[in-house]
Every structure is written in C-alpha cells, then in structure tokens.
C-alpha cells in the first residue's frame, strides 16, 4: 500500500512539473514577426494563448493532448489581410473557410452589405463558426452616388452632418474603423475625420477627390489603400493636376512622392497598395499587356521608395469586390512587395505585426511570443529564404486549435 501511494504522488509531481497543454509544436524553425533571426523552439499552446516557447531539449517530455513535430519546418505568425469585403457582391461563408486555409487568420472587411460580416464575426468570436478573425468598417461613406456606384455597401452623404451621422451609424453598429471613398466632398470628409476621432475610430480607405494625398495625410487619415486611390488623389488634386499617367508617375518619383512618403513616414499614415488587383488586368489585356506591366512595375517602384521612406506597410487585397480570390491573393501581394523592394522578413511584417500594430492589437496577436493569442501558420519551406514559401502550407493553428489534419 506504501508503495502505491508513493508511486501516487511522484505521479502527481510528474504532472506538477510538466502540466498537460492543448498543443506542442516542437523543434521548429520561428520566424517570430519580430524581425530578428530566426530561431529553432518548441511552442506550447493552451487555451487559445502561446504560454511558453522552450529550448527543443528542455521540452523533450512534455505532455500535451497533441504534438507537432516542428523538424525541418517553419513557423510564421497567422497572416492578415486588411482589404476584403465579405459581403459584397455575394455573401459565401466558403471564403472564411478559404482564407483560414491559406494561413489568414484575421481580416478587415472594408465595406459589406449591413449586418452580415458583424454577425459573422460575433460568431466565429463565439466559437459557433469557423472562420478567421473579423474586423469591419460597416458600411463604406462615399459623396451622393452616380448611375455606376449605387452599391448596398456604400453610405452616401452630402453634407457634414449627414457625414457625421454616418460616423455614428457605424460606430453604433460595432465598425472597428471608418472607410471613406473617393467622391466625399472636403468638407464631408472632414467631418468624418472630426467625428471619428471624437468616437475613437481610424480613418481608412481612397483620398476624396479634391484633397491631395498630403492633404489626406495632415489631416488625419490613418490609412491609404490602393495605389490607384493614390493615382487619383493626383489627377484629382486643384492645384497643378498632373495631365497623364505618365506625368504622374514622374511626380511620384520626383519632389511630389517625397513629400507625401515624408508627411506618411512622420505621421505614420499606413499604406496597403493592393498591387495584386493588378495581376488580372495584365491577364486580360491582350495587345496591352506590355503596358500595363509596366505600370505595375512603376508602381513597385513608388512603393518600395515609399518604404524606404519609412511608411508603414499592409497588405490588403481587394478580394470580394473584384474576382479576385481569398486567401491566396494575400500571398501573391507578399511576392509583389518583395519584388517592390521588401526584405521577406519586412514583407511578413506588413502582413502581421503592421496590421496588428495599426489596429491596436499587437500585445495580442501579429508575432509569436509567450502570451500571444496562438494564430500560426505551419510551413514546410522557409519564407525568408522565397516568399513565395508562405504557400508551402502545412497546418494553421487558428484560436489555439490545429487545423492541419
């Protein structure tokens, strides 16, 4: 009986020693979206959160209720795509579904139909639906429609009141930020800019027509998304309008890009380009298809310039509201960055820490470190070594749960 009880209690102290998580990853390769060296370690998992990342030899006799066996593998942060629009022009519960598959684990919808993706993400929060992460702007305020953009998923406004009662309307429906569009009349804007940093919410989306990039970017914007809403704010500006695209892309290489990456850069004004919207255009562009090459190319250029300026990257595809698909898009505007001048390690980080960063969530998610909600993607190939590995996927941990089998 003695026997029994001591055998007992070095059972109980074996357990004490090294508790049962939900999850181990072991001997893998972390590229933790600090930007430091990668470096070999065995992550251990449990409800939900990264609760320690040891030394491969020190977690040899862990007890978990599933182990990974991280060997020759790397593991990257759950990626983010800032752009999407769930439901837009159709509503399908598949592209949640998609995205977790190709390692995106959160997403900003930039303007849907009402109360869709808000029930959604309630949901997936709840545990009662699978999907990544939701953040949303709600509806998308744009300045009174026109015969081509009478769309459900826009909020259209005149006046400064009607523009600050649109703010309200989405701050009351839960919005995380505010999208705008390109034909908000100035002072429409402004008093979106106004009411929403009253309510605590981000400015995101094109430049109106009528404010200069620059102009965007003193008066509060937080976000700038595409580089055609850039190309636009160009064309569209009252002082000195470039007259062609080539002319300015020479003023965006020139003087003009300067000031406008430096007022970026100095106000930290994020910048997602949306360069993979490009990629289809240049598919379908028959005896076009030189030039329109060169004007992505062009635009690589800008951004990667723009980088080298010090303004802070995103990545953001545009997906829903074009024919572009979930999930793999995201990986293809990493290559894109890369080939705009990113560093991988840099290009990840747009893509992760950036956009957690920018949305007030980096003590959350964004890198792997101990506390860290455990969003992370599995690879059987090294994202450093060829960007384009991120799509060597092997399993994605989602909320702390492996989705790989």
């Known amino acids: 009986m003695k026997s029994l009880l001591i055998l007992f209690a070095l059972v109980l102290l074996g357990c004490s020693a090294s508790p049962r998580v939900d999850l181990v990853v072991t001997n893998v390769l972390l590229v933790d979206g600090t930007g430091g060296e990668p470096w070999v370690g065995t992550v251990l998992i449990d409800k939900g959160l990264i609760v320690q990342i040891l030394d491969p030899q020190e977690a040899e006799n862990l007890s978990a209720r599933k182990r990974i066996d991280g060997t020759g593998h790397t593991l990257i942060p759950g990626l983010w795509d800032v752009h999407v629009h769930l439901a837009a022009e159709t509503a399908s519960p598949a592209a949640l579904d998609s995205l977790l598959e190709h390692g ?19 949901e997936i929060e709840e545990g009662v639906r699978q999907g990544p992460r939701i953040l949303y702007a709600g509806k ?70 009528g404010v200069s990039n620059t102009e965007a970017c003193e008066l509060g914007q937080a976000e700038v998304t595409h580089m055609a809403a850039v190309i636009e704010a160009m ?6 309008p470039p007259e062609s695209i080539v002319e300015v892309f020479a003023h965006l290489k020139g003087e003009d890009g300067s000031a406008i990456s430096k007022c970026f850069a100095e106000n930290q004004v994020y910048f997602s380009p949306n360069l993979v919207m490009y990629l289809p ?14 004007l992505l190319a062009a635009m690589q250029t800008v951004v ?59 003590d959350e998610v964004g890198t792997i470190e101990v506390g860290k909600r455990a969003d992370l993607v599995l690879l059987s190939a090294n994202p450093l070594e060829d960007i384009r590995n991120t799509l060597q996927i092997a399993g994605v941990i989602h909320r702390g749960v492996w989705l790989g089998d």
């Open 281 to 294: 255009i240049i598919e379908s562009a028959g005896d076009m298809r030189a030039m329109t090459e060169n």
């Open 140 to 209: 998308i305020i744009n300045g009174p429609p026109d015969s081509s953009d009478e769309t459900p998923w826009h909020r259209f406004v005149d006046t400064p009141e009607e523009a600050k009662a649109a703010v309200d309307e989405m701050q009351s429906a839960g919005a995380h930020v505010i999208k705008v569009h390109r034909r908000l009349g100035r002072e429409a804007y402004e008093a979106v800019l106004a009411e929403a940093e009253a309510l605590g919410l981000k400015v995101v989306g094109h430049v109106p027509l």
């Open 304 to 362: 990667g310039q723009w980088h080298a300026a010090g303004v802070p990257m995103l990545v953001g595809t545009d997906a829903g509201a074009t024919d572009l698909k979930f999930g793999s898009t995201v990986h293809q505007e990493l290559e894109l960055l890369v080939g705009s001048g990113l560093t991988p390690s840099e290009a990840l980080q747009a893509a992760t820490v950036n956009a957690a960063r920018f949305h007030g969530l980096q």
């Open 235 to 240: 064309l569209g500006r009252s002082q000195d």
């Open 104 to 122: 995106v684990t959160t997403v900003r919808d930039n303007g849907s139909v009402e109360g869709i993706v808000s029930r959604w993400s309630q």
